[in-house]
């Protein structure tokens, strides 16, 4: 099982490890009210504990006892008997905003993705694989914020997979680092680039016009993703869903950041600053999109 502390209570847990994520998302939870904020910080603790057994233990058999565990403490969770803080801090909402076995089993699905698969032979197989790690995510987060429209639903599996898109952007040297590459195989033999381009670890790094063009087609179909998405939400749930757009408007700065600084992501990792990503989350909660 995995380690946890005993001292502080499941909330002061989960709000930790949201906050020492340093994600994009803590920042729209903010100006959320007391009961949802409870409930998407418990639920985006509980994404960020699945998510960190693979990216923080070496060992893919112990990756796999610790998911399976993982699946077991959902199971006895929602009988109730959850063990984990962050699970003892998630049940108490889980009614009241829609949260369901279903939906934290395909995000352990998709981290068992990551456990056995380190390459994507195209967009379709990469699509399924950011729908168990994102698409239910966003699904999970718009329910929590508050919607009365089915589209909603569709637009917030939409944001999910356009904000995927730009982790993958974002992460591509860190990735090739651990041995993975999320961009598909066939658009790298499209536009001419090795996986072992990729994946140098030393300069000179992998950076030529090919790759420009691999991450400029990646970057557009980012943007389409975005807008695509935006334009299914329903006008009657756009308040409500202020802290997606938050979000979005958080991950698409980032991407142009990364566009403007010419895709440099192969021996470096883009980020905005937390004053800078407060200040967008702040002007989004002001002016509701």
Not at 222 to 229: F, G, I, P, V
Request: aromatic fraction near 10%; proline fraction near 6%; charged fraction near 20%.
């Amino acid at each position: 099982m995995p380690a946890s502390p005993a001292a502080i209570s499941p909330q002061q847990y989960v709000q930790d490890k949201a906050a020492a994520s340093g994600s994009s998302f803590y920042y729209a939870f903010l100006f959320l009210p007391p009961p949802r904020r409870a409930a998407i910080t418990a639920f985006y603790a509980f994404c960020r504990e699945v998510d960190d057994v693979v990216d923080e233990t070496s060992d893919a058999g112990v990756a796999a006892t610790k998911l399976a565990w993982w699946r077991q403490e959902v199971q006895a969770a929602f009988a109730g008997r959850p063990s984990h803080p962050v699970m003892k801090a998630l049940m108490p909402l889980a009614a009241e905003f829609g949260i369901e076995p279903a939906h934290l089993s395909a995000v352990i699905d998709g981290c068992q993705i990551d456990l056995q698969q380190t390459r994507f032979l195209d967009y379709p197989s990469l699509q399924r694989y950011c729908h168990l790690v994102a698409g239910v995510v966003g699904e999970v987060a718009a329910n929590i914020f508050g919607r009365t429209e089915a589209a909603t639903v569709q637009y917030a599996h939409g944001l999910g997979l356009a904000m995927q898109l730009t982790n993958i952007i974002r992460d591509v040297g860190d990735d090739a680092r651990r041995g993975r590459i999320y961009l598909p195989m066939a658009e790298l033999q499209r536009f001419g680039v090795t996986a072992q381009e990729l994946l140098k670890r030393d300069a000179p790094w992998g950076y030529s016009e090919r790759f420009d063009a691999l991450m400029r087609f990646q970057a557009e179909r980012a943007h389409r993703q975005y807008d695509e998405a935006l334009a299914l939400l329903p006008e009657a749930d756009r308040r409500a869903q202020t802290p997606g757009l938050m979000m979005a408007n958080i991950y698409r700065t980032l991407l142009r950041e990364i566009e403007a600084d010419g895709f440099r992501v192969l021996h470096q990792r883009t980020s905005l600053t937390p004053l800078r990503k407060l200040w967008i989350a702040w002007r989004t909660h002001r002016r509701g999109r």
